[in-house]
C-alpha cells in the first residue's frame, strides 16, 4: 500500500512569491493534515481538510491557505512569502471518522526555502 | 507557548539497555497521547498511543506511562537496538478543541551505541 506522498521534496522561492505544495493521502483516507516544523521547533499544526472541507486551523495568518479536491488530495498554498516561512512542511493522512484517536500518517515532507 | 514539552533534546543509551524518554504537557484538556519516530528525510511514523484514562500502554518492546497528576509521560524502549535511533516526537491530542489537531514537542534524538 502506498504512503502519503509529497511533491516538490525541494521548493526554493523568494520573498514575496508564492508556494504551493503538494499532498496525495493514503488510499481510503479522507483526513489531510498539514504541519509546519521550523528549525528547532516541534511539529506546529496549520491545517486539516475533511470531505473537502476545512475543519481545523492552527495559528499560521492567512496567507496560509489550502485546499482538498474530491479525490481527497490537498493542497498548500503561502503567499507573500516570508523568510521564517522557511521549513520542513508535513502532511498526514487518517481514516475517516473515528475522532481523535485516528492515526495520522506522514508524508516525508516538502522543505522550503525561502530567500 | 509550548503545550508540550520535551527537556531533552538527546539520549544516547546502550544497545541491549532501556532507553526512557520524557514528556511534559500543559494543557489539562489533552486527551489522547502519542509517540512518532522519525528518521532523517521521512516523516514521522505512529509509534504507539495512550488514552487519557489509561496509565500504561504496551505494545513489544514499546510501553508508554501516563501520569496524569503530573502531566507527564514517557516511553520506555526495552532492550534498546540500534535501529531506534530517532527522534523521537511526543504529541498530544485535544478533541474538544476542534478535533485531531495533535501538538506535538520539540522531539528527542536517541542514539542507541553498540
Known amino acids: 500500500e502506498a504512503g502519503v506522498t509529497q511533491s516538490p521534496t525541494h521548493l526554493i522561492k523568494t520573498r514575496g512569491q508564492q508556494a504551493t505544495l503538494r499532498c496525495s493521502p493514503i488510499?481510503?483516507?479522507?483526513?489531510v493534515y498539514w504541519y509546519q516544523q521550523a528549525l528547532g521547533l516541534g511539529l506546529q499544526f496549520l491545517l486539516w481538510y475533511d470531505e473537502g472541507e476545512e475543519r481545523n486551523r492552527g495559528n499560521f495568518p492567512p496567507r496560509f491557505s489550502g485546499r482538498q479536491f474530491p479525490n481527497y488530495s490537498s493542497e498548500l498554498n503561502v503567499n507573500a512569502l516570508e523568510l521564517e516561512d522557511s521549513a520542513l512542511y508535513l502532511c498526514a493522512s487518517s481514516l475517516p471518522g473515528q475522532g481523535a484517536t485516528d492515526t495520522q500518517y506522514f508524508g516525508p515532507g516538502t522543505r522550503l526555502t525561502v530567500l | 507557548d509550548q503545550q508540550v514539552k520535551q527537556n531533552s533534546p538527546s539520549l544516547s543509551v546502550q544497545e541491549g539497555r532501556i532507553s526512557i524518554l520524557n514528556c511534559d504537557y500543559t494543557?489539562?484538556?489533552?486527551?489522547?497521547f502519542l509517540w512518532y519516530k522519525k528518521y532523517p528525510a521521512e516523516g514521522p511514523t505512529f509509534l504507539i498511543s495512550i488514552s487519557s484514562i489509561k496509565d500504561k500502554n504496551e505494545d513489544g518492546r514499546f510501553t508508554v506511562f501516563l501520569n496524569k497528576s503530573a502531566k507527564h509521560l514517557s516511553l520506555h524502549i526495552v532492550p534498546s537496538q540500534p535501529g531506534d535511533s530517532a527522534v523521537y516526537f511526543c504529541a498530544a491530542s485535544d478533541f474538544t478543541g476542534g478535533g485531531n489537531k495533535l501538538t506535538f514537542g520539540t522531539g528527542t534524538q536517541l542514539k542507541v551505541e553498540l
Open positions: 488510499s481510503g483516507h479522507t483526513s
Open positions: 494543557n489539562s484538556m489533552f486527551d489522547y
